[in-house]
């Protein structure tokens, strides 16, 4: 049975911009995008997820999960929490993206990439920038439902392709491939395998 679980990253960011970076980092790391995932908020359900998840032909599997800013438990955050659970996913880790959501608790995180590419033990806000007040939490409109999940390796991430450009897919997606990388590294995932 557990052979048979699917390894997967969750990606709490589903607009267009977010979609075309984590195809194109899929395609870097050797692994694969739920491109249906997308949308801005996720349009699918947790069970539409693993339905595809478990038809992809190899892993990581990379999902995107957006609430497009709503208030309180989205769809986004509900399709992530069946998704972690479901027992023939194998959750490797989260990329937790900040955005300038309010009203949200956050989630907390050991690390974060920051807008230069470098891994720090702290908080980023929507621009890859560290800023001590955050105190290790990321804020964000799909984040707040990850630490209940019991998602091991949790980091956060400024906005998704953007970050004054430096995340473009032009420029290879540098940041968020390092978020993914990092995650992979983590969980004993091969990076490439």
């Avoid at 699918?44 to 997820?49: P, T």
């Avoid at 800023?131 to 980091?155: F, S, W």
């Avoid at 968020?176 to 490439?192: C, H, L, N, P, Q």
């Amino acid at each position: 049975m557990n052979q048979a679980r699917r390894r997967v990253i969750i990606i709490t960011d589903g607009d267009h911009i977010a979609q075309r970076v984590i195809e194109e980092v899929a395609r870097q790391i050797g692994g694969r995008c739920i491109s249906l995932s997308a949308g801005n908020p996720t349009l699918l359900s947790g069970e539409q997820m693993v339905t595809l998840i478990k038809q992809t032909p190899y892993d990581p599997v990379l999902v995107m999960f957006d609430d497009n800013g709503n208030y309180g438990f989205g769809r986004g955050e509900r399709a992530i929490c069946f998704v972690a659970k479901h027992p023939d996913i194998e959750v490797l880790g989260a990329v937790a993206v900040a955005s300038n959501t309010k009203w949200v608790t956050g989630t907390k995180v050991k690390y974060s990439v920051t807008k230069q590419g470098i891994v720090v033990e702290d908080a980023v806000d929507k621009d890859g920038v560290v800023h001590k007040e955050l105190q290790h939490r990321i804020y964000g409109d799909t984040v707040d439902i990850l630490n209940a999940c019991d998602i091991t390796h949790i980091i956060g991430i400024g906005d998704i392709g953007k970050m004054d450009g430096r995340d473009h897919i032009n420029k290879g997606c540098p940041i968020t491939k390092k978020a993914i990388e990092w995650i992979m590294e983590r969980s004993g995932y091969r990076v490439g395998g």
